[in-house]
């Protein structure tokens, strides 16, 4: 089945720093979505990128939808404290139905004060 | 407004029991999703309810897993009898009108031993 390689898996920075991650795929997809996971809690949709070539922002979070359709990047500015979590990269590829979304492993993100 | 409601928060059953995890959705919304991830893996999308019906279960793993919606209100997946691959978080998520806006539970931890 289609998968989502999402890299790194895991980055320990310091604060104020900016941060980038990305997910790539085989194949296409047709959605692009970035979540975040608090400790105990459920996933939280931050950006959903429809077009390929879509480059969107959500405060000082950016996300693009690659040209190719095959992969897609998270940039965090200025990281701060509270950004800390897991982020997902997810997607809808060909031929999925609406609801059955394809999630990346994780990136577990660390700040440091 | 209430969010996705999950119950057991945590479950610790033994192997060869069986374990029924409820999802109470946003009031309103008509679709509701299942979700399970296992430690260190991706997120995988187990099934999708419109209302009261199975709109796709292509993503649940076998027939141990049971999953109803009552009435198109609350949900609930019962796994009978449990299995030690069977650990992981089980995440319900909902929406009004289908969109990728899903708001996730907190999930429940479930551990087979």
């Known amino acids: 089945g289609q998968q989502l390689n999402q890299s790194p898996q895991s980055m320990f920075i310091q604060e104020g720093e900016d941060v980038s991650m990305n997910c790539t795929s085989s194949?296409?997809?047709?959605?692009w979505l970035w979540y975040k996971q608090d400790p105990g809690e459920g996933p939280v949709l931050l950006i959903a990128?429809?077009?390929?070539?879509e480059l969107t922002s959500n405060g000082r979070l950016t996300a693009q939808f690659g040209i190719t359709r095959k992969d897609s990047f998270l940039n965090i500015s200025a990281s701060i404290p509270s950004d800390v979590g897991i982020y997902f990269c997810?997607?809808?590829?060909?031929?999925?139905?609406?609801?059955?979304?394809?999630f990346g492993k994780g990136t577990k993100l660390s700040v440091k004060p | 407004e209430a969010g996705v409601t999950q119950f057991p928060s945590h479950s610790v059953i033994e192997k060869g029991q069986t374990v029924t995890l409820r999802c109470d959705p946003i009031?309103?919304?008509?679709?509701l999703y299942w979700y399970r991830r296992v430690m260190g893996k991706e997120i995988k999308f187990l099934l999708h309810?419109?209302?009261?019906?199975?709109?796709?279960e292509s993503g649940m793993p076998n027939n141990r897993f049971l999953a109803e919606r009552t009435g198109g209100t609350y949900s609930t997946l019962k796994v009978q009898p449990a299995e030690l691959e069977d650990s992981g978080v089980y995440f319900c998520?909902?929406?009004?009108?289908?969109?990728?806006?899903?708001?996730f539970g907190s999930g429940t931890r479930l551990t087979v031993v």
């Open positions: 990128l429809y077009k390929a070539g």
């Open positions: 194949s296409i997809f047709n959605t």
């Open positions: 998520a909902s929406s009004q009108d289908g969109s990728y806006g899903y708001t």
């Open positions: 009031s309103g919304h008509d679709n």
């Open positions: 309810f419109v209302k009261e019906s199975k709109q796709d």
């Open positions: 997810a997607g809808r590829g060909l031929g999925g139905s609406q609801g059955n979304l394809i």
